[in-house]
């Protein structure tokens, strides 16, 4: 599971080859993986948290091409196409990644609260933005 959370944050930050598709099947496959984990709630005293906007920037710097889209459709909008309910897939994409790194932290002591992380998080939060950005993704690819 840790191996996948490694292959999908590398995704994220450094694209390497992968297509948008490719993305979005990583991003399903590892929604599917954790939703296979056992609730827990791990203990995250200190959580390690990296910078949000320095993330996004290396995000956005791998993957250009996602931006603003419906939720309903996946299909990317423009600036004077904007519906009342908008979906970032930069944002969604950083808040995954922020995720994911925390959960890699934590592994470094704790396996066992590493994967009661990203269940937690997937639950709580990340869980809806893979769900919410995979069809924009597929969309675009």
């Known amino acids: 599971m840790l191996a996948h959370v490694r292959r999908v944050r590398a995704a994220l930050l450094k694209r390497e080859g992968c297509t948008l598709g490719e993305l979005a099947d990583l991003l399903d496959e590892l929604?599917?993986?954790?939703?296979?984990?056992?609730f827990g709630v791990p203990d995250a005293d200190d959580?390690?948290?990296?910078?949000?906007?320095d993330l996004r920037a290396s995000i956005a710097g791998a993957w250009p091409?996602?931006?603003?889209?419906?939720?309903?459709?996946?299909?990317?909008?423009?600036?004077?196409?904007?519906?009342?309910?908008?979906?970032?897939?930069?944002?969604?994409?950083?808040?995954?990644?922020?995720?994911l790194s925390t959960a890699l932290a934590l592994a470094d002591t704790d396996?066992?609260?590493?994967?009661?992380?990203v269940r937690f998080s997937h639950d709580i939060h990340w869980g809806d933005h893979?769900?919410?950005?995979?069809?924009h993704l597929r969309w675009l690819g």
């Open 130 to 135: 893979v769900q919410d950005v995979t069809p």
């Open 111 to 117: 396996g066992a609260n590493a994967l009661a992380w």
């Open 47 to 53: 959580l390690p948290r990296e910078a949000y906007r």
């Open 31 to 38: 929604r599917r993986e954790v939703q296979a984990l056992p």
């Open 65 to 99: 091409e996602p931006g603003f889209y419906d939720p309903a459709t996946g299909r990317a909008l423009s600036l004077c196409d904007l519906p009342a309910e908008i979906g970032d897939a930069l944002d969604d994409l950083t808040d995954l990644a922020l995720d």
